[in-house]
């Protein structure tokens, strides 16, 4: 990697603060306005809203016409008859679809925050190697500079072929950890564009979302009870299984009929009104039976589901709590350990060998590398842990 490369890449690094690159939410937004995901699960909740919407209307009218063909005669038939549910069926249904057509919010809700926090983790996945490639690139130019100084050194015969080839071989070897970090964001860059519905967006944020902190267990507890998608969307299951219950006792109620009837025999029409009842005694046996069993079943997917979660939010929340421990004390303990500068001093004074020099140095490097993905993952933790506020 020659020298004018390393100064296009620190810009472009730093393009990020100079012209504004996408924060966050600017790259959350895109996402949701153009991921085809998303699009494609918007019109399955209108296909499955409008299915919702087709039994709450009466049946078909029925027409019937019969002609006698015997020889001699005209007579003939026609029947026009209506069949109507028992009324208050009715009522009761036409709720029962404007709650299931609610609830499909819920569901668009819940995949939308699946696909925002893949999204996030993309982003966070970008933040982290924009930091990996600024810290390596200024790696890459301490090692050019000492590389430089070996080369005419060895030229005029003031060191040796081991040393300058130490120097080389760094360089050689933080060049292909760079280029390998790069090719990583490259590909990270193209999974956000795919989810981005194919258009590119260019983030060069060396800064993670600082929007979330970390509360106390019992407050995070409420409140994704209160606004978790998927929670909704069970709760929603139980009331909906709860009206299917009134839904089915109506259908067990008789059916009513009625309808205009004319007979012509072929002299003289005869016109009547036709009025019927079917009594539902066999068609509807153990349906609201069912209908009970399903409504617990829902209230017990809403209670292990609970469970569930609560337990899993708890783990994640222990996670990010030692996670931010962790790579806060790291911090602390880099901020003491940065000698570098004292270490070229000495170097470049004669005090300590090259190969001091760079033992001294991969300490500090590995450490430091240690540090950015301890910080990446108490950040891809905590984005996990308010996933219900996307």
């Given at each position: 990697m020659n020298k004018r490369l390393l100064i296009y890449t620190i810009a472009f690094l730093l393009s990020g603060v100079a012209f504004g690159q996408p924060k966050i939410d600017e790259v959350m937004k895109s996402v949701e306005s153009n991921s085809?995901?998303?699009k494609a699960e918007r019109e399955r909740i209108n296909a499955?809203?409008?299915?919702?919407?087709?039994?709450?209307?009466?049946?078909?009218?029925?027409?019937?016409?019969?002609?006698?063909?015997?020889?001699?005669?005209?007579?003939?038939?026609?029947?026009?008859?209506?069949?109507?549910?028992?009324?208050?069926?009715?009522?009761?249904?036409?709720?029962?679809?404007?709650?299931?057509v609610s609830n499909l919010e819920n569901e668009y809700s819940a995949k939308r925050q699946d696909i925002l926090l893949e999204a996030k983790n993309v982003f966070l996945e970008i933040v982290y190697h924009n930091k990996q490639m600024k810290f390596f690139a200024e790696r890459l130019e301490q090692v050019k500079e000492i590389k430089q100084a070996m080369e005419t050194s060895f030229k005029q015969g003031n060191v040796g072929r081991m040393d300058y080839n130490k120097a080389a071989l760094e360089y050689q070897d933080l060049s292909n950890q760079y280029n390998a970090i790069l090719v990583e964001r490259n590909n990270e860059l193209q999974r956000l564009a795919e989810l981005n519905g194919g258009v590119a967006i260019d983030v060069s944020d060396q800064q993670y979302?600082?929007?979330?902190?970390?509360?106390?267990?019992?407050?995070?507890?409420?409140?994704?009870?209160?606004?978790?998608?998927?929670?909704?969307?069970?709760?929603?299951?139980?009331d909906i299984a709860k009206k299917s219950v009134a839904v089915q006792r109506s259908l067990t109620l008789p059916k009513l009929s009625v309808g205009y009837r004319n007979i012509n025999p072929g002299s003289n029409s005869?016109?009547?009104?036709?009025?019927?009842?079917?009594?539902?005694?066999?068609?509807?046996?153990?349906?609201?039976?069912?209908?009970?069993?399903?409504?617990?079943?829902?209230?017990?997917?809403?209670?292990?589901y609970q469970v569930a979660y609560t337990s899993a939010l708890?783990?994640?929340?222990?996670?990010?709590?030692?996670?931010?421990?962790?790579?806060?004390?790291?911090?602390?303990?880099?901020?003491?350990?940065?000698?570098?500068?004292?270490?070229?001093?000495?170097?470049?004074?004669?005090?300590?060998?090259?190969l001091d020099l760079f033992q001294e140095l991969d300490y500090y490097?590995?450490?430091?590398?240690?540090?950015?993905?301890?910080?990446?993952?108490?950040?891809?933790?905590?984005?996990?842990?308010?996933?219900?506020?996307?």
């Open positions: 085809n995901v998303l499955v809203a409008l299915t919702y919407k087709t039994d709450i209307l009466p049946e078909n009218p029925e027409i019937e016409y019969s002609k006698v063909l015997q020889s001699g005669t005209g007579e003939s038939e026609i029947l026009v008859k209506q069949s109507f549910l028992f009324p208050t069926a009715y009522f009761l249904k036409c709720g029962l679809s404007k709650q299931q979302d600082q929007q979330y902190q970390v509360t106390d267990f019992q407050t995070l507890k409420a409140d994704f009870i209160a606004n978790d998608p998927t929670i909704a969307q069970l709760n929603a299951d139980v005869v016109n009547g009104v036709v009025v019927g009842m079917t009594i539902p005694l066999w068609e509807n046996r153990n349906k609201v039976k069912a209908q009970k069993a399903n409504m617990m079943y829902k209230t017990e997917v809403v209670n292990q708890q783990q994640t929340y222990n996670r990010v709590v030692q996670k931010q421990s962790a790579y806060m004390s790291l911090s602390d303990l880099l901020k003491s350990s940065n000698n570098n500068n004292l270490l070229f001093k000495a170097y470049k004074g004669g005090n300590i060998s090259i490097y590995k450490l430091n590398t240690k540090w950015l993905e301890q910080e990446k993952e108490y950040y891809q933790e905590l984005a996990k842990l308010y996933k219900y506020k996307l």
